[in-house]
């Protein structure tokens, strides 16, 4: 599998909702794409609703992005656990990412407006 890795801006206005509410719209979001996975979007942190966000005890480690730090979404009904992930300190190969934040689109809906 290519595990080649490209960041790009991503087209258009992009928007993440859970639980009813919409945790963040944002018009300078990232595209992710690496190897054969589907296209990640990541969004700038200042364009999320962080108050939504509870940092999660879970962490991973990529060998080609580097660290993650996973969040929980509070909603008015449920936690959805770990349902986003940042790279705060990402390999220097795909420094672009750092601080924006991805979510899982099985999780949570993301959306191009």
């Known amino acids: 599998m290519d595990r080649h890795i490209k960041i790009h801006k991503a087209k258009g206005t992009w928007v993440v909702r859970a639980g009813g509410a919409v945790l963040g719209e944002?018009?300078?979001?990232?595209?992710?794409?690496?190897?054969?996975?589907?296209?990640?979007?990541y969004f700038p942190r200042e364009?999320?609703?962080?108050?939504?966000?509870?940092?999660?005890?879970?962490?991973?480690?990529c060998p080609f992005k580097g660290d993650a730090t996973y969040y929980s979404i509070v909603t008015k009904s449920t936690v959805i656990k770990n349902a986003a992930w940042s790279y705060d300190a990402p390999n220097e190969e795909v420094a672009a990412i750092a601080g924006y934040l991805a979510f899982y689109p099985n999780l949570v809906a993301v959306e191009k407006l």
């Not at 018009?27 to 979007?41: F, K, M, R, S, W």
């Open 47 to 61: 364009d999320i609703g962080m108050a939504f966000l509870d940092t999660s005890e879970t962490t991973s480690h």
């Open 26 to 41: 944002s018009q300078n979001a990232l595209e992710l794409t690496e190897g054969n996975y589907p296209p990640v979007i």
